[in-house]
């Protein structure tokens, strides 16, 4: 054994000093030969392919002769050997340059050792991880502790080697887990840790923190505790850089971790119910709260994450009164320094500014901490001092930072959902978030009477920052509760699909905006098995859902899941009525329950609430007098059953609210915000508003009702914009909910009862629609072009396009809308041919009216003039109405229709990168194309103005194929359009635009306009199909032909007047404005004065892809092609004339495209 341990000393030393790579390949391979004879193949060598003997993990590395520490006794050599072997695997990433070789500096030797070739990199690679693999299986020994501590210490600049040496460290700790308690060396092993942990390099500290929780665990408490103080040590101490700090919490937060699994598993419940007796040792408890607390204050964001985290876990493993006392120690914090006394905290409408809060770091890392407790702290616990917690949480709601608002109105949306099986707590909820916020009527109904260039009237908020005025009435309070608004309202929605319909019924009814796109005849037309597979496995996803959504937050069930629960307490579900509702209800098997349980716990939230509204307005006479007249505190025994807490002082003051009355207050507070000055409020209102609007049709669609009643009007008002948004919100759901009442899903188990729901919900809005559109029509027909009138035209093209609409109302609403929509393409494209000869109606500017500011502004930022404000009101109608545009469309007469097509086609263009706008424009270009085109080929009427919106059309699709965003795939797309549309047109008037916007495509030097023939003097008859062509003599001289120009400034097409649009002024893509800049266009071809002045950005745009290139002209050849089959089927050779007219390059262009 002395030579052979001898010879591996030796060949380690030889290693060590390797001046090239093969003598490195030599020296391995030989200790591995030498181990090898150690130990025999049956132990952990097996012989490979080759020569080489390649480790297997397999050997009992415990047995003496295999020891490195026997086999390699001077400690200098094995640290060496230890830094190499862990330096030369990890380090090529680390190689510099010595001339024209790559080379490597060993940490350990100060060698210089090339990088190798790829062959050589593998076979070294191979042979250290081979080598690596024998080490992780070594015994724990003070001498390859010292090994490892070396190799950290040469390795120290490089961080790949230091983090990979770490990971191996701390898996080699792992693998002797069970001899660390008696180790003799455990000072030694806290010191590496903690250096990893504090490393400056962030992967080293998450390799080792992620590690350490095995590690400590089998550590004494004795050196757990020290391994501990050493951490809180360094994350106290004023001098510890942010990174040491981060590695120390880390490490805390791991050490606490170990105690969770040491408590009951709780993978049984998933409701994360808190233990009987806390599982955590002294050590922790006593500075645990000291430590987070004041890294919550940290201005690093990850350190008051991981702080958070760290206490998060700590609860877990504690008893619940041990986070009932975190969590008032929390409260405790957030009140520190802000509000001085209760007395004000029992009242937050009296608090007046200016205030002083806690800093925003603390806040929003207190609130997490506060957010974790409330899911695992049971809520009979709470019930003591719930005004003070729902106060503070209010006060916080009002805090400055935006951040700090976000995380309070998280808190708001769990306390709902914790409460969910006990409504009179959620009504509560919602009264305190409506306190102190009266909705002011002036502002709410006054008329708008401003003029174009005047704002609408906003009213002007005061901040938190002031020094006058009450808390509340900030805008960053309101703000705070309608972010707590939007986060309940969506929270109610998921409850009551989940409870009433089930989980497989939420893939029908969810919709994450209401402002979705309709689903299209496509979709629609989806086999009948997709459907039932995507029911199938969406009922498995959402039950899972289902399942944690109904046990985390039932306390009073914690100890059983939602089936087990199910299968003790009831024995059958059914649908009973309930004077007007009709509710789920459970039926309670015989036995002790422990408690009494609410028979409404295993509904909606919704649904509760209705019951309850229903016995306290003596609505159900099946309901005794006694509990109608019950206290709060009755329907909390009701609920809560035998946890409930004994009757507290405050408990007997409240009056609780139907929650009818609330949510109106609630949507009269969101309308008032959507007037308000600050944008902030303004945005959050639009969140707001679509949610809240379905809560209010689930729970009872009559507070709609007399909305639209009572303030649909011609007067526009903020009421009145609202009551047209509450209406298109409204008829959006209609149409979402019509597919499932027509074809309900197979897992509804009660599908008369679910239909009777929503049919409820349908019928409402359906009776209303015929009683609304009048007033909108005379809204739209205002000499306004502002949201209000973008909203009523969009929400009437909306009702036309999905519901019935008495005849007698049809034609004057449609009418309504057309004008309004051409006038309005009038006055923002006033230069086009559309304008001009087709619409045929004044696009002076000046008689545009539209207000620059406020909330029926449709300009992000004021305008510099009308124009600018025209194509932001035109964006505004277009994105709103494109996706009913193709079903309103289809139901009007074809006269009425030719004349939008030259419109929707140049929408297309405008529109192409918007890519929802362009696809529905392009569906609804083609649909609408082959009824005008059917009805010119078969109809004997007058068809001038039908040809002449064809011809028009086809100007336009010419235009888009210039336009170098639109990808072959759009454009193959727009050219099958082309064809559907040219064939009832005279070839000689269509055929030179697309000649000319194909050659601009396909090569810089051509350029193409638009504005050409016919001019305003031809005979519209020319431009017909249906008139003998007489065949044409390439030598005519070209002046007697319909010639027209080739180049117009800022060329291609139609599209140069959008070029004044003011960018920080546009909703459009910020590529498209710069595409549409005067004098340029990125989409196509430039003028010759453009090219030497153009410097844009997008230049790097204009790079020729050889792939896309023969793509798009494959799908020009195969369309002209077919061009030329339709041309020539009218008169032959007419093709072939057109074609000889052209420019020679051109004409030679068109041949080499149709030839390839």
Not at 7 to 31: F, N, R, V, W, Y
Not at 710 to 723: D, I, K, Q, V
Not at 829 to 834: K, S
Not at 1103 to 1123: R, V, W
């Amino acid at each position: 054994m002395t030579s052979s341990t001898n010879g591996l000393c030796d060949c380690a030393m030889a290693l060590l000093s390797a001046k090239s790579s093969t003598d490195e390949q030599i020296m391995l391979k030989s200790i591995h030969r030498h181990l090898s004879d150690l130990t025999g193949a049956a132990k952990g060598f097996q012989n490979g392919n080759g020569n080489q003997n390649h480790f297997h993990g397999e050997m009992s590395t415990h047995h003496l002769e295999s020891q490195i520490v026997v086999l390699i006794s001077d400690q200098d050599v094995l640290n060496k050997l230890t830094c190499y072997v862990f330096d030369r695997r990890y380090g090529w990433s680390e190689a510099g340059r010595d001339g024209m070789r790559r080379v490597r500096r060993m940490s350990s030797t100060g060698t210089t050792l090339e990088a190798s070739d790829g062959h050589m990199k593998a076979v070294l690679n191979d042979l250290l991880d081979n080598i690596i693999r024998w080490y992780i299986h070594q015994p724990l020994s003070v001498q390859l502790v010292h090994a490892f501590e070396y190799t950290m210490k040469q390795v120290s600049d490089v961080h790949v080697v230091r983090n990979r040496t770490i990971i191996h460290f701390m898996e080699w700790l792992r693998q002797n887990q069970e001899e660390l308690q008696d180790f003799e060396c455990t000072q030694l092993i806290q010191k590496l840790i903690i250096a990893a942990l504090t490393d400056v390099w962030s992967a080293i500290r998450n390799s080792c923190a992620k590690s350490l929780g095995p590690i400590v665990s089998h550590l004494s408490v004795v050196e757990q505790e020290k391994i501990f103080q050493k951490l809180v040590k360094l994350c106290v101490s004023e001098t510890s850089s942010w990174q040491a700090v981060e590695g120390a919490i880390m490490g805390i937060n791991s050490i606490i971790q170990q105690y969770t699994e040491k408590a009951d598993s709780r993978s049984t419940t998933p409701q994360f119910s808190l233990h009987n007796q806390s599982m955590v040792p002294n050590f922790i408890s006593s500075e645990i709260h000291n430590v987070v607390f004041k890294l919550l204050y940290h201005s690093q964001l990850t350190i008051r994450e991981h702080a958070a985290k760290a206490l998060s876990t700590y609860i877990s493993c504690s008893d619940v009164q041990e986070a009932y006392s975190t969590f008032q120690q929390v409260i405790q914090q957030l009140l520190k320094d802000v509000v001085g006394s209760t007395d004000v905290l029992s009242s937050v409408e009296s608090i007046k500014l200016p205030i002083q809060f806690l800093d925003a770091y603390a806040a929003e890392g207190l609130l997490s901490v506060c957010l974790s407790i409330i899911k695992v702290l049971p809520l009979q616990m709470m019930l003591s001092d719930w005004l003070t917690y729902t106060n503070t949480f209010l006060l916080y709601l009002s805090h400055p930072a935006s951040t700090v608002r976000q995380a309070t109105s998280s808190i708001f949306r769990y306390l709902v959902s914790k409460c969910s099986h006990c409504p009179v707590l959620v009504s509560l909820l919602l009264q305190s978030l409506v306190q102190g916020w009266i909705p002011n009527t002036d502002i709410l109904q006054r008329e708008e009477k401003t003029t174009a260039d005047q704002s609408c009237s906003s009213h002007v908020r005061a901040s938190v920052t002031s020094n006058k005025g009450f808390l509340l009435d900030a805008w960053e309070s309101r703000e705070g509760r309608l972010l707590a608004y939007e986060l309940i309202m969506k929270f109610f929605i998921k409850n009551h699909w989940l409870y009433t319909f089930g989980p497989a019924a939420s893939s029908q009814l969810r919709r994450q905006n209401t402002d979705s796109e309709i689903q299209s005849e496509d979709e629609e037309n989806i086999p009948e098995e997709k459907i039932k597979e995507h029911e199938r496995t969406h009922s498995i996803s959402c039950t899972e859902e289902f399942e944690k959504t109904s046990v985390v937050f039932h306390d009073s069930t914690s100890e059983q899941s939602l089936p087990q629960m199910r299968r003790m307490f009831y024995r059958k579900v059914q649908f009973k009525s309930e004077g007007r509702l009709r509710v789920l209800e459970y039926e309670k098997m015989n036995g002790d329950t422990g408690g009494r349980i609410s028979r409404y716990s295993l509904l909606s939230i919704l649904s509760q609430l209705q019951n309850i509204d229903c016995t306290v307005n003596n609505k159900n006479p099946n309901v005794s007098q006694q509990i109608r007249n019950s206290t709060f505190y009755q329907k909390l025994q009701d609920t809560l059953g035998n946890k409930t807490p004994p009757e507290m002082e405050w408990m007997t003051s409240v009056q609780l609210t139907p929650l009818k009355q609330t949510l109106k207050r609630i949507l009269l507070q969101t309308v008032e915000s959507l007037g308000d000055s600050q944008w902030e409020l303004r945005r959050i209102t639009k969140q707001v508003l679509p949610c809240l609007a379905e809560v209010i049709r689930w729970y009872d669609i009559g507070t709609l009702e007399e909305i639209w009643q009572a303030h649909l009007s011609t007067r526009p008002s903020l009421l009145t914009y609202a009551a047209v948004m509450l209406l298109q919100e409204s008829m959006l759901h209609c149409i979402h909910l019509t597919p499932l009442l027509q074809r309900p899903p197979s897992t509804w188990q009660h599908e008369d009862s679910c239909k009777q729901i929503l049919q409820k919900i349908v019928s409402s809005v359906t009776d209303q629609i015929p009683t609304c559109l009048p007033s909108l029509d005379k809204l739209v027909q205002r000499s306004r072009y502002d949201r209000l009138s973008v909203l009523a035209a969009t929400t009437i093209i909306l009702a036309h396009a999905h519901f019935d609409i008495p005849s007698d109302q049809r034609v004057s609403q449609i009418a309504s809308v057309l004008s309004y929509w051409k006038l309005l393409f009038g006055f923002t494209h006033p230069n086009t041919r559309i304008s001009k000869e087709l619409l045929q109606q004044g696009t002076d500017i000046r008689l545009f009216s539209s207000p620059f500011e406020g909330y029926l502004s449709c300009c992000l930022v004021k305008p510099e003039n009308k124009f600018q404000c025209a194509k932001q009101v035109e964006k505004v109608f277009v994105s709103a109405s494109h996706r009913a545009l193709q079903s309103f469309l289809q139901k009007l007469p074809v006269e009425s229709v030719c004349s939008l097509m030259p419109i929707v086609a140049h929408y297309s263009g405008l529109f192409i990168e918007e890519s929802s706008i362009c696809r529905n424009m392009r569906d609804c270009l083609h649909r609408v194309g082959i009824r005008v085109v059917e009805y010119v080929t078969q109809s004997r009427d007058d068809k001038q103005t039908c040809l002449m919106c064809l011809h028009l059309t086809l100007k336009e699709l010419a235009a888009i194929v210039t336009l170098k965003s639109a990808e072959v795939h759009l454009v193959q797309r727009y050219l099958s359009i082309y064809l559907t549309l040219c064939k009832p047109m005279n070839p000689v008037k269509h055929l030179r635009s697309i000649f000319l916007a194909i050659c601009s495509r396909v090569s810089e030097g051509i350029h193409f306009s638009v504005d050409h023939s016919p001019r305003p003097n031809d005979d519209l008859c020319l431009l017909s199909n249906d008139i003998p062509i007489p065949s044409t003599n390439s030598s005519e001289s070209l002046s007697d032909l319909d010639v027209e120009d080739t180049v117009i400034i800022g060329s291609p097409g139609h599209f140069p007047e959008s070029l004044t649009l003011n960018l920080s002024n546009s909703s459009l893509p910020s590529g498209l404005i710069s595409s549409l800049s005067q004098g340029s266009d990125r989409d196509g071809a430039k003028s010759p004065s453009d090219k030497d002045s153009e410097s844009s950005d997008w230049d790097s745009w204009d790079e020729d892809n050889n792939e896309e290139q023969s793509a798009l002209t494959q799908a020009f050849g195969e369309f002209l092609k077919c061009l030329k089959k339709i041309c020539d089927s009218s008169s032959h050779g007419l093709f072939e004339a057109e074609l000889k007219k052209l420019e020679t390059r051109e004409r030679s262009l068109i041949r080499e495209i149709i030839s390839n």
